[in-house]
């Protein structure tokens, strides 16, 4: 069974920072996918960045340079470091994991296009302030 915690959403300022975490069971980062997705209401959920069971990532090009995806093996915890946090960035945040040895952009699509492919998180709302 895949259980995926995330925490650390908050109201942050323009300009300023903030880290993600995922807790994960039932995963094993080595095989698997993991990733981060956001989603605004009304709007369809979209990938921000994903890491393969190799450590090879993959961002969202709006994402780009700002954030940085992690993983930690002895603790089962993916991160999303956030720096230069936009308004834009305002949303709910996802933890997801998929299954397999699958690329970043692979994974990352196949979520995005077929989300029961995967396993998710309850998310995390992020509300950057101006």
């Known amino acids: 069974q895949v259980n995926l915690a995330e925490s650390g959403g908050t109201s942050v300022q323009v300009g300023g920072s903030l880290r993600l975490s995922c807790v994960a069971s039932g995963i094993i980062f080595s095989n698997d996918f993991m990733g981060w997705f956001r989603q605004v209401p009304g709007t369809e959920r979209e990938a921000v960045a994903g890491i393969a069971n190799d450590g090879s990532t993959s961002y969202a090009d709006s994402v780009k340079g700002r954030f940085t995806i992690t993983r930690d093996g002895a603790t089962n915890t993916l991160y999303l470091q956030m720096n230069s946090l936009k308004p834009e960035d305002t949303a709910v945040y996802y933890c997801?994991?998929?299954?397999?040895?699958?690329?970043?952009?692979?994974?990352?699509?196949?979520?995005?296009?077929?989300?029961?492919?995967?396993?998710w998180g309850q998310g995390t709302q992020v509300t950057v302030t101006s």
């Open positions: 997801a994991a998929a299954k397999g040895a699958l690329t970043a952009v692979s994974a990352l699509r196949t979520l995005t296009d077929y989300p029961d492919f995967g396993y």
